[in-house]
């Protein structure tokens, strides 16, 4: 009763426009010139008054991207991109960098709380009732926020706090200021510059995101989370986030994102990359709400992310769990190198494409450590004319005796011109190690509709409600503020693909 | 200043070398379209070369090993009586050397239309290349610029033609020889033909033995293709068999992959007509340095048809198999019913299996899955075993017999799962003892 319940709220409170994330942010920004070239990738790393090293790691990685081609082999399409024709930094113009919250430029706060994301501290993530004031120690657990706007980072809450137990969080531009041992000793080392075309691009041209370091032993007491965001026309957003969980610690971080609706489309290409040590669990929550293009397919972000974990500790742990509805083009596959004995690597993942959008996502396991376990539940949805992927590699090196590895993929198809595909690729090099794949595709069952119906359900509310029951698996990975939202999303995302 | 070492072309264009010198002398090159074809086969097999682990389909399977052994054609004397395996009943077709050989045939008294391509080649245009293209698949074009021979079998509307024997053997020739037969096989309305092939080698010879068989079902008719590779250890095998199936018609293919050093069996089918169906089962029997590739594609490409497949891999010593299976429903395909399945038994710790389903949907009213597994066999049925007083090579044997049978008891034709039983069989017991 109460999921009905709550499934029906969400749905009034849906406006029938749709994407409600698309305004765009009237502020005076600051750009690098046009195009990429060597010169740019030295304006950024001006700007951003980094040391000699880092300036000679993304020259590096720029020559490296020079040589490299686009992937092909996802089954998406679009057109070729020009990447002369972009910005590749831009900013909120600012006097100096802004010592709290109130000096941070009203318009942005402003932005944020339209978002839904307060900046305020002691408040919680909106998306549940009576946001806004519960004070940090009450029942609910607050949320430190970092703030990404375009190219930069304008806010980060509850430094103070967490750096009582000895917790970095902050920017990575910060982070190069303030801990430049942390950064150079760990950055790059799971994504290499070289990995792919993306990363090696990102690696050139980044300019903001999150950098985590949790210490030995500590549990981070609050849900960590960024918060990205795309205003400016023609740029491109090229974040960066590094987390480090030392021997025996324990973060959750959840990150967002949307962008205005606009008919061009933008890039993302993001890089992260996870490592955790001995015995350190790692949870990465992503809603990724990017917009996502209109009814025509006109417009919508590019999403091409390279999302990467080390388990380098013995049983270590890191969790992907993703709800992506947005963005026109999806090309995302968050992985796990299980190196350490025992450690385990999850992903979880519910992947929407609706009008025009296409998806191609899906997971790396790679296992070498002895006794390396993952699991991997994906969960496909295509309605209108989307096109969805998944696309997933478990490889076990001879090393990883006794390994183990679940995949369940699912896919569901709503209407008859949009497509779902599934292509796992299973490379096992282990006798003791056991290798189980399942996938299944389906449409909503009939009979389930006809329940619902019967039941006095319209029938949008009642493919919502067997759309949720499918992704619930996902779903209930997710940090409770987030599930709520994520609800949400699948049924603005799925809006006008039934009937 | 270092000589540059004269090179005999091998790989690609060792083939091409070939095709140029014998053009004028292969069979059929009269024929203006047929030579039109075979320089079309020429034409895609210059741009596509030898597939590389670079393309996508042939990401686990490398051919280097072939490309350099560098092929010329069989020279068989043409009363070399090589052993071929016991008779199975009902008509026979015997190829030595991919040439069709009727002295060591069959094929009188037979309910169907059967004997060698390379004579019938006059009629046949518009049939050979109608559903095998050499623009698509590499290892086409090679066969359709250097074909020499193959089955013809046409069971006419209506008939059970029974069982037809397709045997095919090479010899030891001392030098590494390639053949390319092709294959014809077309059933008529509401007709039924099984057909049990062996391919066999002698255990030293190195040859290249690449096969590509159309195949057409007509509405209502029935096929069983009964598949069993033992090619010789030194040998190559790679296959392709394109089949077309209509409405209400069944194609039911089983291979058993237990030979050769290396195999790739690529099955490509397209149901074509409401109510087709498709039966793919396998299984592959690898030891030593083996390598086993089998890719399978299946394509609704009509309403209301049905597809099951299983593949079983066991993999001992160093070897390595792959599966890799596709199915594609179209948009008009709705009320499909799909399901494959692969699983691999690794009974060593250097072997390696690759997988690869794959499933690709464009209509919204089906039912597909697959499923895939990799594991070593069952301890807990292990113990049970020799709790029961079986010793383990015996019990291990047993369990390995169980895990084929699967596969092996989809098979409808009596004759042709007896004879694969009978391969299945005792393998494991053959392996240990022989290693």
Not at chain 2, 98 to 108: A, H, I, T
Request: net charge negative; glycine share 8%.
């Amino acid at each position: 009763m109460p999921a009905v319940t709550e499934t029906l709220e969400t749905v009034q409170s849906v406006t029938a426009t749709g994407y409600k994330w698309g305004f765009e942010t009237d502020i005076e920004m600051e750009f690098a010139p046009k195009g990429l070239n060597e010169d740019i990738v030295r304006f950024i790393s001006r700007k951003k008054n980094e040391p000699e090293w880092l300036l000679e790691w993304r020259l590096k990685a720029f020559a490296l991207w020079q040589r490299m081609e686009e992937p092909r082999w996802a089954a998406v399409k679009f057109p070729p991109i020009d990447y002369q024709d972009a910005y590749y930094f831009a900013a909120p113009k600012q006097k100096a960098r802004p010592k709290s919250l109130d000096e941070v430029d009203p318009e942005l706060l402003r932005t944020y709380e339209k978002l839904g994301i307060p900046l305020k501290e002691q408040a919680i993530l909106a998306g549940v009732e009576g946001a806004g004031e519960a004070p940090a120690d009450s029942g609910r657990m607050p949320v430190a926020v970092d703030a990404v706007f375009d190219s930069v980072s304008v806010a980060t809450t509850f430094k103070e706090r967490l750096a009582k137990e000895g917790i970095i969080f902050c920017s990575i531009s910060e982070a190069v200021q303030t801990h430049p041992e942390l950064v150079r000793q760990y950055l790059g080392t799971v994504v290499p510059q070289g990995d792919n075309f993306y990363a090696a691009l990102n690696s050139a041209v980044f300019t903001d995101g999150s950098f985590v370091y949790i210490p030995k032993g500590v549990r981070c007491p609050m849900e960590l989370s960024t918060y990205f965001r795309i205003n400016a026309k023609s740029t491109g957003q090229f974040e960066r986030t590094l987390i480090i969980a030392d021997e025996g610690s324990y973060v959750s971080y959840l990150e967002g994102c949307t962008a205005p609706m606009r008919d061009e489309n933008q890039l993302h290409a993001a890089v992260v990359e996870l490592i955790a040590l001995d015995d350190a669990t790692i949870k990465y929550s992503t809603v990724q709400n990017w917009y996502p293009g209109d009814e025509q397919g006109r417009g919508g972000i590019y999403n091409f992310v390279t999302k990467r974990a080390h388990c380098r500790g013995r049983r270590s742990k890191v969790s992907w769990t993703q709800v992506e509805t947005g963005s026109a083009i999806t090309w995302k596959y968050p992985s796990c190198v299980l190196l350490g004995d025992d450690s385990v690597g999850e992903f979880y993942s519910v992947a929407i494409t609706n009008n025009f959008q296409q998806a191609d996502t899906g997971t790396k396991m790679i296992h070498v450590g002895k006794r390396t376990s993952s699991t991997i539940v994906s969960k496909g949805i295509s309605a209108g004319q989307g096109q969805n992927t998944y696309r997933g590699l478990v490889r076990v090196a001879p090393t990883a005796a006794g390994a183990r590895n679940f995949t369940q993929c699912d896919s569901l198809l709503i209407g008859d011109r949009c497509g779902a595909h599934t292509v796992p690729y299973i490379e096992n090099r282990c006798m003791t190690a056991k290798v189980e794949h399942e996938a299944t595709t389906s449409r909503i069952a009939e009979d389930q509709l006809f329940y619902c119906r019967s039941r006095g359900l319209s029938e949008e509310d009642a493919v919502g409600l067997i759309v949720n029951g499918f992704c619930r698996e996902v779903l209930k990975e997710l940090p409770m503020e987030f599930a709520v939202e994520a609800q949400k999303l699948l049924q603005i995302s799925l809006e006008g693909s039934v009937g | 200043m270092t000589a540059i070492p004269e090179t005999r072309p091998s790989g690609a264009a060792g083939f091409l070398h070939r095709y140029e010198g014998l053009a004028g002398r292969l069979p059929g090159h009269r024929l203006p379209w047929l030579s039109a074809l075979r320089a079309r086969g020429a034409e895609a097999f210059r741009a596509q070369g030898l597939p590389t682990r670079r393309v996508e389909a042939w990401k686990y399977t490398d051919l280097r090993p072939l490309a350099d052994a560098g092929f010329e054609e069989p020279l068989t004397a043409l009363d070399t009586a090589p052993p071929l395996p016991r008779p199975r009943g009902g008509a026979r077709a015997v190829f030595v050397d991919g040439r069709f050989r009727p002295d060591l045939s069959g094929l009188d008294g037979a309910a169907l239309e059967a004997g060698s391509l390379a004579q019938a080649l006059p009629r046949l245009e518009g049939r050979i290349g109608a559903l095998a293209s050499p623009e698509e698949l590499p290892l086409v074009a090679l066969n359709t610029m250097l074909f020499e021979d193959g089955l013809l079998a046409w069971v006419p509307e209506g008939t059970d033609a029974g069982v037809l024997e397709l045997v095919s053997v090479a010899t030891d020739s001392g030098r590494p020889a390639a053949f390319h037969p092709r294959h014809l096989i077309r059933l008529g309305r509401g007709a039924r033909l099984t057909v049990i092939e062996t391919a066999a080698g002698s255990a030293g010879a190195r040859y290249l033995h690449n096969p590509v068989y159309e195949i057409e079902v007509a509405e209502g008719a029935t096929l069983v293709h009964a598949r069993l590779q033992q090619e010789g250890r030194q040998g190559f095998q790679l296959s392709t068999v394109q089949a077309r199936v209509a409405a209400g018609g069944t194609y039911d293919n089983f291979t058993l992959n237990a030979g050769a050093r290396l195999v790739r069996n690529e099955i490509h089918v397209a149901l074509t007509g409401p109510g087709a169906a498709c039966h793919m089962n396998g299984a592959q029997l690898l030891a030593g340095g083996q390598h086993a590739d089998t890719t399978t594609f299946l394509d609704h490409a009509a309403p209301n048809c049905v597809s099951r497949q299983t593949y079983k891999t066991v993999l001992a010593g160093r070897s390595r198999g792959v599966f890799q299976g596709k199915i594609l429903v179209r948009q008009a395909a709705q009320k499909t019913d799909g399901y494959q399945m692969n699983q691999a038994l690794l009974l060593s710790p250097e072997a390696e299996m690759d997988s690869k389903p794959q499933l690709e949907i464009y209509a919204d009213d089906v039912k597909c899955s697959h499923g895939a597994t990799v594991g070593e066999l069952d301890h807990d049925q292990l113990f049970y075993l020799r709790t029961r007083g079986v010793p383990e090579a015996e019990a291990r044997s047993l369990l390995i017999e169980a895990f084929l049978v699967e596969a092996v008891e989809g098979v409808t034709d009596e004759t042709a799962r007896g004879t694969l039983q009978e391969a299945v069989r005792g393998w494991w017991a053959r392996e240990a003892a022989a290693s």
